[in-house]
């Protein structure tokens, strides 16, 4: 039978191929000033499947880009050229380019940072770079850089908005593994180095994964990222023990389940020794754990650390704990506090091969939220911070958003945790607690659609990710740029129209959604579309409690939650008053009335109104930008995203009409520039 990828068009596998186009050089002069550095490769290092992976992709590439046919010899000297070789005293994956008189240098502290170094030297290539006289010095700032999918083994995927899983259909591995190599590649060009293949919602067959049932095939996957510099992770059922049958308790102290783990560990390295260990959601909506048997847990995440000690693994351990059966009447119970509340306790009781696994903000992926106020608590326990590709709640791939600009505020917030400047990026570093394992994860975006991500645009948030924790100095600018670059080409006005369309798009994606930080507002499940009232009267702990006179969440100290008080200092002090704290966040933290006057100078409800007849128009505006590319992109991409902003439009007026709606009702204040609302 024929594999997937054969089975796509030519102009599918433009998109397919995402940001590595290797596009024939059109300008003759760039083609003949870098091909003497193209042309041969010594290999002076001994070869492993990373390195014969690196040297694939290389001639594929200058193959397809310059039509070379570039000789690799094995331990040979060179004139003129590319050398590889390893130096020991480098870090596992920093390395090093150096260029002069056609001759380029490529030396990596592993096979790994080989292959990054290659990437690296193709990206240049990809945006027409000179290769002359290059002195690069790179090493990434995260040790572990992660993509967690969420998809089930029936090959539907949570959360997912790019088609089914390409790894599991039936609850069984998908036998045409084309897709995860390809995948793999994606991955590593851009430095991601583990990732989880399975839902962090373990359901019954899936809890299987870790049996002989299914790990033949979880090696023949886990070995296809190994030989891309991945390691793979397995999401894991806390209750397995009872799941599979064979005990009736899953308490983290009794031996019998300290034996099925132990147990359960060997086989799994027996026959999976390359894997990176266990993700473990626990006690989390309605998923087992330690609490049943009135265990803390540091007692469940110790109990399966010390089960995959011997063999070097690791146990992430997620911190999205929190009471998702709460009574909306209850005032005082704030979901926001939950992360904090549950996990600073046990700062420092976890062993040191457990990692927890923090989300950016206390609520859940939200368009505006506070950063977490656990990280920076935790001085004596391994961290990761965890994003989401995946737009849940930012327009589930159907809407254009750029993400890297959240994140970039997220990893510049400065927590105060030892004094002024101590950023978040640097905490989950490992920098400023020196934590032996660190690193930052994300909920995946991808599934089996031909361009990976169901919006071609969306290619550019998985894309973005990888850069940006690689270095998290690099600007969203510079990061699209070099995507854009790549993956449509170098036309300057293209380049620059969807610059115009990229960089704003998170700002119109909240000025046409929920307000001023109060989040939510979606219809109920599936997350998608206006909903004002849809959370409001739930258990999820997702309020925003506008009446006639006023919206937001207190959440001072002085007469709300306290959750505040779960800051530094200065954090703390910024947020609690009215007067400081940051308008994009106001209803995120106060009460207010409609007619409070912003520091923008503007009351709530004008604010409101303005924002969403603004965020409309910044749609159109993208679709204007848009369609002026009409001739400089290929049909298949140009049609795709066109369709998509035109989705895009209709829904961001369904939210600018639904929201502005309601709070004219509420409040009685007409908008002062008289607008059309209903
Ligand atoms: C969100 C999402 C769920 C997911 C959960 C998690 O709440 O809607 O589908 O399971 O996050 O991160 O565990």
Redesign the pocket.
Known sequence: SERMVDMLSEEMLTSYRAWLQYEPIEDQSYASNVSAYLKNVAVNLDCDEIIDNALIEWQTALGSMLQMNSAVDVGSELDQGLILKLDASYQEDTYTIDSSENLLTLTGGSSRAILYGIFHVLRLIQQRKSLDNLSIKETPKNKIRMINH?DDMDGSV??GYAGESFFFKDYKFIKDRQRIHDYARLLSSVGINALTINN??VHKIETELVTDTYLADVKLTSDIFNQYGITMYLSINYAAPIELGVLDTADPLDENVIAFWEKTAKRVYEVVPNLGGFLV?AD??NRPGPFTYNRDHAEGANMLGKALEPYGGIVIW?C?VYNNKQDWRDRKTDRARAAYDHFKPLDGKFNDNVVLQIKNGPM?FQVREPVSPLIGELKDTNQFLEFQIAQ?YLGQQRHLVYLIPQWKEVLEFDTYAKGKGTKVKDIVSGEVFDNKIAGIVAVSNVGIDYNWTGHTMAQLNLYGYGRLIWNPDLTAEEIAMEWIKQTFGHDPQLIETIMKMVMPSWEAYENYTSPLGIGWMVNVSH?YGPNIDGYEYDMWGTYHYADRNGIGVDRTIATGTGYTGQYYKENQELYESIETCPDELLLFFHHVPYTHVLQSGKTVIQHIYDTHFKGVEQVEEMIEHWTSLEDKIDQRRYQDVKERLEHQLWSAKEWRDTINTYFYRKSGIADEHNRKIY
Request: charged content about 55%; aromatic content about 16%.
């Open positions: 969420w949570e959360r962090v919602n959601k989390s909506e997620r999205f859940d849940e997350h």
